[in-house]
């Protein structure tokens, strides 16, 4: 087994676009920051009283319900594959380390559109 390089993370990345990743085609399609008004005003992501944890950014968890209804994939599940899958990562602008949505902060956004009726 050989340890890993320094650039092995972005030549595995190179290959992926190489071979045509489905997301980034997805991504030079759709202009996701259109949405952004209308998300941040539904999921209520105005001024927040300080302390806690600010959410994740309404656009990455917009993008992450698409991909959740693209693989038809529960909350749980979408916790784990954001973590496991390095296109996701970079589709949602994550950094491999970085904390991830878990499934309960999936679940808030999704039933919040829902029940709003988008």
Same mark, same amino acid.
């Given at each position: 087994m050989h340890a *890993?390089?320094?650039?092995?993370?972005?030549?595995?990345?190179?290959r $992926?676009?190489? +071979?045509?990743?489905?997301?980034?085609?997805?991504?030079?399609?759709?202009?996701?920051e259109v949405f952004r008004p209308v998300l941040v005003e539904a999921l209520d992501y105005g001024e927040?009283?300080?302390?806690?944890?600010? *959410?994740?950014?309404?656009?990455?968890?917009?993008?992450?319900?698409? $991909?959740?209804? +693209?693989?038809n994939l529960s909350d749980e599940r979408m916790e784990f594959l954001i973590r496991d899958r390095f296109s996701w990562l970079r589709f949602l602008?994550?950094?491999i380390g970085e904390p991830t949505p878990d499934q309960k902060t999936i679940w808030r956004p999704r039933t919040t559109?829902?029940?709003?009726?988008?």
């Open positions: *890993p390089g320094l650039f092995d993370l972005t030549d595995h990345l190179a $992926l676009s190489a +071979m045509g990743d489905p997301l980034e085609v997805l991504e030079r399609h759709v202009d996701f927040r009283p300080k302390g806690g944890r600010p *959410p994740y950014d309404a656009v990455v968890m917009f993008k992450v319900l698409v $991909l959740a209804s +693209m693989h602008g994550f950094q559109l829902i029940l709003d009726g988008f």
